[in-house]
């Protein structure tokens, strides 16, 4: 098991960049095993996916709506996974969670994944 911790929200106006950075309490060897997602959800709605990266950072996938906006890394070294979002609209709004896959599955539902955060709440201004 890990826990991980969400930081890096706030508001920001529309067009802005933030980053998101989600760090585990575990040892470098358990979290470096895991596929890191992040998902967001607003309120009644459903969480969705957002993009996955890979236990070894080299593979990556995006939902559509921020595929060329975000970027998800990870520094295995530093426990800690990242989400860069440029160009943020409105519609960005919500609440981001950082999740982990045990299994290394780079999945899109939220299902597939065994660990969350608390998950971080994102405003973007017109």
């Known amino acids: 098991q890990v826990q991980l911790v969400e930081s890096g929200g706030g508001l920001v106006q529309a067009g802005g960049s933030l980053r998101l950075s989600c760090a585990a309490s575990?040892?470098?060897?358990?979290?470096?095993?895991?596929?890191m997602g992040w998902f967001r959800q607003a309120p009644g709605k459903e969480r969705e996916f957002v993009a996955v990266i890979s236990w070894w950072g080299r593979s990556t996938a995006y939902a559509d709506s921020v595929q060329g906006r975000f970027t998800v890394s990870r520094d295995n070294a530093k426990n800690t996974v990242y989400l860069q979002r440029n160009g943020l609209k409105p519609e960005d709004t919500d609440i981001y969670y950082c999740?982990?896959?045990?299994?290394?599955?780079?999945?899109?539902?939220?299902?597939?994944?065994?660990?969350w955060g608390q998950g971080t709440q994102v405003t973007v201004s017109t």
């Open positions: 999740a982990g896959a045990i299994d290394g599955g780079m999945g899109l539902a939220s299902y597939k994944y065994d660990n």
């Open positions: 575990a040892s470098g060897r358990t979290f470096s095993r895991y596929a």
